[in-house]
Structures are given as C-alpha cells and as structure tokens.
C-alpha cells in the first residue's frame, strides 16, 4: 500500500470541515463551475485606526469591509503592539510546550469545566478522515475571577462564578506572559470591533452593548513537523470559527491554509509583525452572511515545530446577535436571533465530546444547554 502525501489525502472532489456539530462538505470546483475568489489574503495597515479624523476611520472600515466580505480574512499590521511583546510571547509558548509532559497535565483541560488548559496531542478530531489533529495546545479565556482580567466594577458577579481558567503548577512566567499579551491584542481586537460598527451601522459604539465583558479565548498552539510515517496527516483539522472575530500571531514557521470558494487551499504566508484575522460564524450571522466564516486549516510541512497564539473575540454570552437591518436591506434574512452564550455551548461541547462537562450533558436536548454549564463545577 502507497503512503499517501498531504496533497494525495487533500486533493479530492469534497473538503470536508466543521462549521458546526456535525462536519459539513464543500465540492471542489472544476472548469465552468469555477468562480471569482480571492487567491491572497490582502494586508491592511490599522496605524489610523484611532484617528480623530472619521473620514481616515471610514476610509479604513471600507478597505476592512472589502477584505471581510471577499475573503473573510486579512492581515493587519500597524497595530502599534511592540514586536518585543510579540516576540516574548511567542518565546514564552515555546518554553511552556517544551516543559514535560507531566507538569503540562497538571493544567489538563479535562480538570476545568470551562474546557480550557491544556490539550495534548491528537485530542481532537476535526477532519473526519484525518487521523487527528497533531497539535497541542494551551486556552486561557475570560474569567471574572482572575485580577489581572478587570472585570468591570459595575457588572454583576454571578453568584455561581467559579474559576475559569486553569495554570500549569510552578511556571507563573507563563501566566504572566500570556496576560502582558492579552492586554495588548485584546484592546486592538476591541478597535477593529468598533470599526466594523462604523463600517457596518456607521456608528463606532453601535456594539458596545453586546462586548461588555466578551467571552474571550486565547489558545497557544504547538504543531511539530508532519510526522513522516503518518498518514492523512494534519495539524488542525478544517474549521470556521465559532466566534465573532479571531486574531492569530504566527511565528516564523508557516502552516496556515485558507480555502477559498473554489474549493482551492491558499497559504497563509508568515508576515513578521502581523497578525491574521478572520471572521468568525458569530459576525458572519451578524452580516447576515456578507462577511463569511471562511474555512481554514493548519498542515505544518516544514521540518521545523510551529507555534501561533490565537486570541478569539466573542460577544458577551448574553448578548442576542441577528443579522443587522443594514446588512438584510432588501435581502433575504438568512439567519435567525441567537443568543451567544447558548449557542457557544453547544459548539464547544460538540467539539469536546470527551470532556466530562460534554460526558455529563450528553443526553440534554441542544437547546436545554445553557452557557452556565460552564460555571458548574464537574467534581
Ligand atoms: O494556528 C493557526 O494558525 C490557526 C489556529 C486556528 O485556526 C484556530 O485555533 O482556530
Ligand atoms: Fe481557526
């Protein structure tokens, strides 16, 4: 029997991916059926983003709004974040996915009912005909709990709040590296947020509302080289996703694909400094579909271990999005009112079926879950 390549085990008449609980198939297309798409994902520069002058700011939102609407990704640099905090954070990752294995499970997603830690390797599956993903990986997100997370003064506590996110024992270097990021890359995702509601309902504030204390997530990746003996080989299976909006810094090591709709995979080359951003099935529903959750997937070739950090922008869990009466106009509405909390649950737990939070609500009717789950201890 041949070894199959990347390409071989790729190169079909179907992709397949996840853009919700169960995976979903695109047909590549041939010949006549071929269509007008992108083949690059286009840089913006945000240096303006926060200029006094609204016609800079419009002008910025309309190069945004093309990229979003044709690709659905972008590059953005010019986001004034120093490349030394770029550059430590990256080094901190390394350092946290070369530590042993036993320390790196003492903050095992499976011991946090937020479904955040840390995930080794081959622990999911997106792509159905892989043999898993080979990754490993480390999610920190919103918790109100945590100091360095300035939970607003004048929002509620939940009486149930419990802590969200787990640390791996003896390595506060990494904790705090991936804070002095988080502060960094969080407020720039909140400037593209406004924006988009400039862009989209020419009012920057038009979503304030809905990202008060936003469910966030930022997930360190590791990816080694494709082990060459392995067959259906991939890093991180095909996906959109399930956020709002999502920023990943790279390291130097490219590995990111895009697809395009044609079918036709397009690499997401390394530009130092810039993060590639992409629209998630939240602004998606919100545009009404004008911006799409574009496909993509991550296949390291190289001999070199791959690193990215991405950093995922959600609404608040209790904000409701439906498609924007400025992007429905006179068209079809193509998506109904969702509330985010409810429908983030069922797309994460769907993801993590192994999970003792997903074990125990296994046999709950979809739309009796409730974003709460995740403030429920699983002890
Ligand atoms: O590692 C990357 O470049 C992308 C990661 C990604 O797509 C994700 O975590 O959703
Ligand atoms: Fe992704």
Redesign the pocket.
Known sequence: MSTATTTEAFSEEFVAFHAGSKPSYRKVLKGAELKPTFNEIPVIDFTDIDSSSLATRKALGKLLYQTCSEVGFFYAKGHGIPQSVLDETLSALKKFFELDHDTKMTAHLHKNPAIRGYEPMGETKLDPKSNGDTKEAFTMGDDLLELEQNYPSNLPIPANAIPQNIWPAGAPWFRKALYRYYHHVFPFAMQLVRLIALVLCDDDHAFDDMFKFPITGM?A?H?PPRPVEMKNYIG?GA?A?FTWI?L?L?DSVP??QVLNANGVWIPAPVIPGAF?CNVGQYLERHTNGIFPATV?R?ANLTGDSRY?L?FFLTPDPDAVVEPLKECVGESERKYDAINVGDLYIRRILAARQKHPTAKKYKDTPEQELKYDILFKSIA
Request: aromatic content about 6%.
């Open positions: 997930r990746l990816y991180l996906h996703d999502t990943v790279q590995a990111l590639v993509h991550v990215s991405a």
